[in-house]
């Protein structure tokens, strides 16, 4: 089975070490260098269908870089494209639900399934609107957050409510749902405008047993100040 390692401490890398005869597959553009061994194709991965969802579900190209170790063995650097930090999971005892733009590359054993989800998640989370990805199989799995990660443990009892933009992807045993926090005078729908124009106030409440991964930053937020800086 291919290696995955991080490798660096800012901005790093994503190593991954294949025999001969293993590959995987990674988002378009991640690839940053290859030994001559291996071959870099540019894939549809699934079904017309399944890569028509998952464009929508995550915002993934339609198209996937598949490496492989066709003349021998040899070591590939990855990278995503946002600068943060990068994890690897093991995907099998544990499945996953990934946020928009959180997979970075899988080895060939892990499957990327899209489902529908809530029409109150589909409305306001940052993941997906009405699809959503969630791995399947068996295998390692790369996934990237904006900024620095932390690994947050849900236990029952212990419910852990999450601003969505910072989510970067969680245990798919847990329950989620959609929530506002309270922002004063307004109610409800004073509530919802306001997280609507503002982006603020809309959060991810995960209930039951299992591990969800934050990013430090927002991207969105980050786009908007970058935006107005250049006005």
């Given at each position: 089975?291919?290696?995955?390692?991080?490798?660096?401490?800012?901005?790093?890398?994503l190593?991954?070490?294949?025999?001969?005869?293993?590959?995987?597959?990674?988002?378009?553009?991640a690839?940053?260098?290859?030994?001559?061994?291996?071959?870099l194709?540019?894939?549809m991965?699934g079904?017309?269908?399944?890569?028509?969802?998952?464009?929508?579900?995550?915002?993934?190209?339609?198209?996937q870089?598949?490496?492989?170790?066709?003349?021998?063995?040899?070591?590939?650097?990855?990278?995503?494209t946002?600068?943060?930090?990068m994890?690897?999971?093991?995907?099998?005892?544990s499945?996953?639900?990934?946020?928009?733009?959180?997979?970075?590359a899988?080895?060939?054993?892990?499957?990327?399934?899209?489902?529908?989800?809530?029409?109150?998640?589909?409305?306001?989370?940052q993941?997906?609107?009405?699809?959503?990805?969630?791995?399947?199989?068996?295998?390692?799995?790369?996934?990237?957050?904006f900024?620095?990660?932390?690994?947050?443990?849900?236990?029952?009892?212990?419910?852990?409510?999450?601003?969505?933009?910072?989510?970067?992807?969680?245990?798919?045993?847990?329950?989620?749902?959609?929530?506002?926090?309270?922002?004063?005078?307004?109610?409800?729908?004073?509530?919802?405008?306001?997280?609507?124009?503002?982006?603020?106030?809309?959060?991810l409440?995960?209930?039951?047993?299992?591990?969800?991964?934050?990013?430090?930053?927002?991207?969105?937020?980050?786009?908007g100040?970058?935006?107005?800086k250049?006005?």
């Amino acid at each position: 089975m291919p290696v995955f390692s991080i490798t660096g401490e800012i901005d790093p890398f994503l190593h991954v070490a294949l025999a001969r005869g293993e590959k995987i597959y990674c988002e378009s553009d991640a690839m940053v260098m290859m030994e001559a061994t291996l071959d870099l194709k540019g894939k549809m991965t699934g079904c017309v269908g399944s890569a028509i969802m998952r464009r929508f579900a995550n915002g993934e190209s339609f198209f996937q870089q598949h490496i492989e170790a066709v003349r021998g063995a040899g070591d590939c650097l990855l990278a995503p494209t946002l600068p943060g930090a990068m994890r690897v999971l093991e995907v099998g005892a544990s499945q996953y639900m990934l946020s928009d733009g959180a997979f970075v590359a899988a080895s060939a054993g892990v499957e990327l399934k899209v489902r529908t989800q809530s029409l109150g998640n589909a409305l306001f989370a940052q993941s997906g609107g009405f699809f959503i990805t969630e791995t399947a199989g068996g295998g390692q799995l790369a996934v990237s957050g904006f900024g620095a990660i932390s690994e947050l443990e849900v236990t029952p009892g212990k419910d852990v409510v999450i601003d969505n933009s910072h989510v970067v992807c969680w245990d798919s045993k847990l329950r989620y749902e959609i929530s506002m926090t309270k922002g004063g005078a307004g109610g409800f729908l004073g509530n919802l405008v306001n997280s609507q124009t503002s982006g603020e106030g809309v959060v991810l409440k995960f209930t039951g047993q299992g591990k969800v991964l934050v990013c430090s930053r927002n991207r969105d937020a980050f786009l908007g100040w970058a935006q107005g800086k250049r006005s």
